[in-house]
């Protein structure tokens, strides 16, 4: 499962506290959600290329990036996958965990 390679991808760069929701049937714009924190725009930077990297090895390129580790989120759009790596003080003020409380957590 691409969301389950996108984690091993993360975790391989020390990504916390990663989560992934099963958006099927919640929503309309993708499958999963993988949220990731990153410690700070340098370690998003690398998370992001990580992601990019392995995924890309595996076939599947990033439809749309958006965000810059300057601005603490960064959204990697795969179509059937988005990933959000924030830092701690962004994931925390956007909350997605609580925006999508129904989504079943994978592990």
């Given at each position: 499962m691409l969301a389950r390679k996108a984690k091993e991808a993360l975790e391989d760069r020390k990504a916390d506290n990663i989560l992934i929701l099963?958006?099927?049937?919640l929503s309309s714009i993708t499958d999963?959600?993988?949220i990731a924190t990153g410690h700070n725009a340098p370690h998003l930077r690398a998370l992001a290329e990580e992601l990019d990297r392995r995924l890309g090895a595996e076939g599947t390129r990033c439809y749309?990036?958006?965000g810059t580790p300057e601005s603490e989120w960064m959204v990697a759009d795969y179509v059937d996958l988005v990933?959000?790596?924030f830092?701690?003080?962004t994931r925390t003020f956007y909350d997605l965990e609580r925006l999508w409380c129904d989504a079943p957590r994978l592990k």
């Open positions: 099963d958006m099927q049937g999963f959600y993988l749309r990036m958006a990933v959000h790596i830092t701690p003080r």
